[in-house]
C-alpha cells in the first residue's frame, strides 16, 4: 500500500487536524454555501469592532465594520411650534420651538426653544415658518436662523430673508443652510416683525430640523 492510499474507514473521526493541511489546500472547491448559512445569523447591525474577511488584491485581510459602514447622519434632531404664537410689530422674537418630535443618536439636546451641541461637525439645517396675518393693508416679515458661536461668544444671522405681504392672508418661508458647529454651540429660530402677525403651530408649519453631515 503506498503512502497516498488510505484504507476504507481507515481514518477515524475528527483524526485530521490543522498540522495535516498543506498550507492554501483550501479552496472554492472545497467549501460549500454552508460555511456561511450553516452559522446563527447577527440579525442587527454589527458592532463596530465586529470584522468582515476579504481579499485586498489577492491577499486574505479582515476589516472592522468602523471603517465600511458609512455616515449615519447621527444626531438627527426635529423641534416644531406646539402652540400658535402672536407676534408682535417692531422686533425680534424667539420662536416658541417648545415640542421636539425627535432626536436621533446622540450630541444635540434642546430645551429653552433652541438645541445645544456636545458633538462637532458640519451640520444641515433646515426650517420653515408659517405666518398668518389679518392685516389688510399687508405686512413685513424677516425670518432669521440664529446661531449661537461658543468659541468667540458671537452670535451669527443666518439666511436672513425679508417678505413684504400685499394683504392679509398666509405664507411659509423657509430656508436651508450649512454650518461648522462647535461643542456647546446653538441654534434657534427668531423673526423680525414689522407688523403684528401669527405663526402657526404644527410639524409641518414652523419647525427646526437638522443632521449631521461629516
Do not use: C
Request: proline content about 2%; charged content about 20%.
Amino acid at each position: 500500500m503506498s503512502k497516498t492510499t488510505i484504507p476504507t474507514g481507515g481514518i477515524t473521526a475528527d483524526a485530521i487536524d490543522a498540522t495535516l493541511i498543506a498550507d492554501d489546500a483550501v479552496s472554492e472547491e472545497h467549501l460549500d454555501a454552508t460555511a456561511l448559512t450553516g452559522n446563527a445569523a447577527l440579525a442587527e447591525a454589527p458592532s463596530d469592532t465586529d470584522e468582515f474577511l476579504f481579499s485586498d488584491g489577492g491577499t486574505l485581510k479582515r476589516i472592522d465594520y468602523s471603517y465600511i459602514k458609512g455616515e449615519l447622519n447621527r444626531p438627527a434632531f426635529k423641534a416644531y411650534l406646539g402652540s400658535n404664537q402672536s407676534i408682535s410689530g417692531g422686533g425680534n422674537t424667539v420662536a416658541a420651538l417648545d415640542t421636539s418630535e425627535y432626536i436621533l443618536g446622540s450630541g444635540v439636546s434642546f430645551g429653552s426653544n433652541k438645541f445645544t451641541f456636545s458633538t462637532a461637525g458640519k451640520y444641515f439645517f433646515n426650517y420653515n415658518f408659517r405666518i398668518s396675518s389679518s392685516e389688510g393693508d399687508g405686512f413685513y416679515v424677516s425670518p432669521k436662523f440664529y446661531w449661537y458661536d461658543a468659541s468667540s461668544t458671537t452670535t451669527y444671522e443666518v439666511g436672513i430673508n425679508e417678505y413684504r405681504q400685499g394683504g392679509s392672508g398666509a405664507l411659509s418661508l423657509g430656508h436651508s443652510t450649512i454650518i461648522d458647529i462647535a461643542a456647546s454651540d446653538e441654534v434657534s429660530l427668531r423673526i423680525y416683525a414689522g407688523d403684528d402677525f401669527t405663526l402657526s403651530s404644527g410639524q409641518y408649519m414652523t419647525y427646526l430640523q437638522g443632521f449631521r453631515i461629516a
